[in-house]
């Protein structure tokens, strides 16, 4: 009984580590695909920071 319960206990951790892989995985693919749109979005939000903080 013991043993089936370790084996269970590791064999979910496993499951972890291989859902956090899959999840940055396709984090990192969004981040390639809209990469372009990414820098644009960026650089929009900090022209518009300046712009305020000039205003100030």
Same mark, same amino acid.
């Given at each position: 009984?013991?043993?089936?319960?370790?084996?269970? &206990?590791? /064999?979910?951790?496993?499951?972890?580590?291989? /859902?956090? &892989?899959?999840?940055?995985?396709?984090?990192?693919?969004?981040?390639? &695909?809209?990469?372009?749109?990414?820098?644009?979005?960026?650089?929009? &939000?900090?022209?518009?920071?300046?712009?305020?903080?000039?205003?100030?």
């Amino acid at each position: 009984m013991m043993g089936s319960l370790k084996r269970f &206990i590791r /064999e979910e951790d496993g499951i972890g580590t291989v /859902e956090m &892989i899959l999840i940055l995985v396709v984090l990192i693919g969004l981040v390639l &695909i809209f990469k372009s749109q990414l820098t644009d979005l960026v650089e929009s &939000i900090f022209k518009t920071i300046n712009n305020k903080a000039k205003q100030v």
